[in-house]
């Protein structure tokens, strides 16, 4: 993964040309475009973020408002999913909890991965004590299941969206920093590195320029993976009550409260289910494609298996 970047880097401390910018982004768009679970977990996502996002046109309901008399409606030309057990109509309800759900799982990764790729490529590049410390901590959070730990942060900081999202990201950082340091133990012995640092370059000028760059590409592939984590953590806290405050849409909150209706009305879980995987799917496929995509190496060797 790390080579699509290190050759410009490369090139230009020996005085070379390098090639343009734009033949290796033609050459990652056309080894995606060929892969067909990129292109099906893309199309999923977008598909998803489009209908949430464009909720209001959607549905003209609102997503919290209390309709006893339409309580546990089934599925029909007005309500397209049926409605709840306290009339709200599913759709709807399905719609704008998706902007939660998605809006706290990205945020959750963006977070995992601020703080986990600078410490991943300190431990890797520096190592002595400071790597000591940080993998010490990282074998410390890597002791717990994953939901467990997300479970028991939130308990601690208690309910609410932006503790979630503390909690989830808290959740993914040891993942950010195991594979960015295992990236760096590599990298920092290249020679454009070594030739970087001869000119004089210090430490973090190595890091920021020439370190970080080459490992985007792996990183990206474990961000758009840790979606699923964070999309099924997400909705298993909601499930338990741990998640979003009541009556705010979240898919797992939505499960929760419909598992007494589970065999008399099954389509209020059904729903929201296939929604949760139609998405972790979609980030899942997405990942697995963008790994092929920037490491055609690991596809070739797939292949020939």
């Given at each position: 993964?790390?080579?699509?970047?290190?050759?410009?880097?490369?090139?230009?401390?020996?005085?070379?040309?390098?090639?343009?910018?734009?033949?290796?982004?033609?050459?990652?768009?056309?080894?995606?475009?060929?892969?067909?679970?990129?292109?099906?977990?893309?199309?999923?996502?977008?598909?998803?973020?489009?209908?949430?996002?464009?909720?209001?046109?959607?549905?003209?309901?609102?997503?919290?408002?209390?309709?006893?008399?339409?309580?546990?409606?089934?599925?029909?030309?007005?309500?397209?999913?049926?409605?709840?057990?306290?009339?709200?109509?599913?759709?709807?309800?399905?719609?704008?909890?998706?902007?939660?759900?998605?809006?706290?799982?990205?945020?959750?990764?963006?977070?995992?991965?601020?703080?986990?790729?600078?410490?991943?490529?300190?431990?890797?590049?520096?190592?002595?004590?400071?790597?000591?410390?940080?993998?010490?901590?990282?074998?410390?959070?890597?002791?717990?299941?994953?939901?467990?730990?997300?479970?028991?942060?939130?308990?601690?900081?208690?309910?609410?969206?932006?503790?979630?999202?503390?909690?989830?990201?808290?959740?993914?950082?040891?993942?950010?920093?195991?594979?960015?340091?295992?990236?760096?133990?590599?990298?920092?012995?290249?020679?454009?590195?070594?030739?970087?640092?001869?000119?004089?370059?210090?430490?973090?000028?190595?890091?920021?320029?020439?370190?970080?760059?080459?490992?985007?590409?792996?990183?990206?592939?474990?961000?758009?993976?840790?979606?699923?984590?964070?999309?099924?953590?997400?909705?298993?806290?909601?499930?338990?009550?741990?998640?979003?405050?009541?009556?705010?849409?979240?898919?797992?909150?939505?499960?929760?409260?419909?598992?007494?209706?589970?065999?008399?009305?099954?389509?209020?879980?059904?729903?929201?289910?296939?929604?949760?995987?139609?998405?972790?799917?979609?980030?899942?496929?997405?990942?697995?494609?963008?790994r092929d995509a920037m490491d055609p190496h690991?596809?070739?060797?797939?292949?020939?298996?």
């Open positions: 993964m790390a080579i699509l970047t290190q050759g410009s880097a490369t090139d230009k401390l020996n005085g070379h040309s390098s090639m343009p910018a734009r033949s290796g982004t033609k050459m990652f768009l056309k080894r995606f475009i060929g892969n067909w679970h990129a292109v099906i977990g893309l199309g999923l996502i977008l598909s998803l973020v489009l209908l949430c996002l464009f909720a209001p046109f959607i549905s003209h309901y609102d997503p919290v408002e209390q309709d006893l008399s339409k309580a546990l409606l089934a599925p029909s030309p007005q309500h397209l999913l049926g409605t709840d057990y306290l009339g709200r109509d599913l759709l709807t309800r399905i719609l704008y909890g998706g902007r939660l759900t998605l809006t706290i799982s990205f945020l959750s990764v963006a977070l995992g991965l601020a703080i986990g790729l600078p410490l991943g490529a300190i431990s890797g590049y520096f190592g002595g004590w400071a790597d000591m410390l940080i993998q010490r901590v990282t074998d410390i959070l890597l002791s717990f299941p994953s939901f467990l730990l997300a479970l028991m942060l939130v308990s601690m900081l208690g309910i609410g969206v932006r503790n979630l999202i503390i909690s989830i990201g808290i959740m993914a950082i040891p993942s950010f920093i195991r594979l960015v340091r295992a990236y760096v133990l590599s990298l920092r012995e290249m020679a454009y590195v070594e030739a970087s640092r001869s000119l004089g370059s210090s430490d973090w000028a190595i890091i920021l320029k020439h370190i970080i760059p080459n490992v985007w590409a792996p990183v990206i592939v474990n961000a758009s993976l840790n979606m699923g984590y964070a999309i099924s953590t997400s909705t298993g806290l909601g499930f338990l009550g741990m998640g979003v405050p009541f009556p705010t849409p979240e898919w797992g909150m939505m499960m929760g409260e419909a598992q007494d209706y589970l065999f008399s009305h099954p389509f209020m879980v059904i729903y929201p289910g296939i929604v949760i995987f139609i998405a972790i799917i979609g980030f899942n496929l997405l990942g697995d494609g963008l690991l596809r070739n060797i797939r292949n020939i298996k």
